[in-house]
């Protein structure tokens, strides 16, 4: 399959890069590469990408692009966002195809979970 046209890589806007890799780590499993003291790769997450660090964060209420996850679970998930000391910004709602919840990392950047389940 041509790559031509796919979205290829995402970054991410962090303000503690060290936190928020543990942070994805921790609840969904993903691992990084360091290129330097304020950029790192993202990998096990789906898509390649990268954690920068930034003042700014994302959030859907500023028009950002929302990055939305898939888990088998979401109940397990929403756990372990909050444990690792995310927050839930929107509760678990209903929408054509599943369910949802959008929660934010240490960095106050906003991203979904959904499942199909």
């Not at 929403?78 to 195809?97: D, N, R």
Request: glycine share 12%; aromatic share 14%.
């Amino acid at each position: 399959m041509s790559q031509h046209h796919k979205i290829s890589y995402i970054e991410i806007p962090v303000k503690a890069l060290a936190s928020s890799k543990a942070f994805f780590n921790q609840v969904f499993g993903w691992e990084f590469v360091d290129y330097g003291d304020d950029y790192a790769g993202i990998t096990g997450a789906g898509i390649d990408g990268g954690l920068y660090v930034s003042e700014q964060n994302v959030s859907a209420d500023k028009g950002s692009v929302l990055v939305v996850l898939y888990s088998d679970d979401l109940a397990k998930s929403q756990a372990a966002i909050e444990s690792a000391g995310g927050t839930i910004k929107t509760p678990t709602f209903e929408f054509p195809g599943g369910h949802r919840f959008h929660f934010c990392d240490g960095n106050d950047n906003e991203y979904a979970v959904w499942s199909d389940k």
